[in-house]
């Protein structure tokens, strides 16, 4: 594929993978109001991402790939609702690691990031786990040439691979 036809790909890749976030996230913050839970699909994916290891906004920033100040507000409100917690390090005191609370646990275990009942979950599965499969794994090829990619893929499987 020539520069010329790198060009409209790209931008068709990009409005695709637009949309899909935004049915996936569609569907994440409709699956939080039916729990009553008023946190943002941002601050349901950095308590999944607590979860699994106590982390800086330093890290979650590099992972997601997002301005350090858009997850300082995001954290406050999860701390504030009792969902997360900042500590200190005795070691560095300029670093301040996030952990999730019992309560954020609860939450993120009760929400699941994904649905059956998903309009996405439904169009991965009329078009089948093979299509599927490809999908996630061109998907995942791509994510892992940018910075922190392997760090994200690598952490996917994990958790993908031990729920």
């Known amino acids: 594929m020539n520069e010329a036809q790198l060009y409209p790909a790209a931008i068709e890749i990009q409005v695709y993978a637009a949309l899909l976030l935004k049915f996936f996230n569609q569907a994440l913050f409709e699956r939080l109001r039916q729990h009553g839970a ?3 699909s941002l601050q349901h994916g950095v308590l999944r991402m607590l979860q699994f290891e106590t982390l800086t906004i330093s890290e979650i920033s590099q992972r997601l ?17 009792d969902l997360a917690r900042r500590g200190s390090d005795p070691n560095d005191r300029r670093r301040n690691p996030i952990s999730i609370t019992e309560k954020g646990d609860d939450l993120v275990t009760q929400v699941p990031m ?8 439904q169009v991965l599965q009329n078009i089948g786990i093979e299509a599927t499969t490809q999908i996630r794994d061109l998907l995942c090829q791509v994510v892992q040439e940018f910075p922190e990619g392997k760090t994200v893929v690598d952490l996917m499987s994990d958790q993908t691979n031990n729920p």
């Open 38 to 40: 008023r946190i943002s």
């Open 65 to 81: 790939g997002l301005d350090p100040s858009t997850l300082v507000r995001a954290v406050d409100s999860l701390e504030h609702k």
């Open 114 to 121: 994904i649905s059956d009942q998903d309009p996405t979950f």
